[in-house]
């Protein structure tokens, strides 16, 4: 069966709002997302996924129903429309919902950079491997990175309304993390760093993998205090 762009998903849903006569919202998402991480200057993990759902919002004499879907076929859109419609219809409401009227949504051009998209395979896995290789440069005592990668996302949000209510906007964005273990005689112990930005020079992956393993030094050598009245000064990540 032929799959809808959400686009053509949302006139579908627009027209069937119109020969029913019925008040409704569409909420359209679509997503691509790519990750990776390395253990011991191996990949370990590599996943992309390209994901769509969409929300339908139906009014029935203020009465709200709400239903979802994954499946972008004609008859999976018209069947989460009635499925709405029957929800609204089984909800006795506390508070009359209406939709808001005829209104251009934003575009909101700052949220999405195409660099992102410019960025190949290879410079993200080589971003994803720096991170490992920063960790356990610093010190012998850092003896692994058991948990880090590089992720980055490209998300498509479109929304219309019976009401005149129509939009979207692009966002994207990448971020990266290190859990860096360190150990000392018996004593083992791990911090966590991430950073977010737009594009993978923006992260300095190494950096990460770096300011992690520090971290986790730092506990080494850590005793609990006894119970009192202490003051504390936070680091800016903390604070």
Known sequence: MEILSTEQASALLSDTSKQKKQSCEVLATEGKKFSASFQLKKLEQFNFSHTKQLGVRVIDEGREGIAYTENFTKDSLLDTFEKATLNAKAIRPEVITELAKSTKAPGMPELFDARLTEISVEEKLA???????????????????????????????HIWSSEGVAGSYRANGCYAYSYALAQQGDETTMAPYVRMGKVPSDLKTSDIGKISAEYALKRLGAIQPKSGSYPIVLSDKAA
């Open 127 to 157: 971003a994803a491997q720096s991170i490992e290789i920063g960790a356990t440069q610093v010190d012998p005592r850092i003896k692994s990175c058991p948990y880090n990668g590089y992720a980055d996302n490209d998300t498509t949000v």
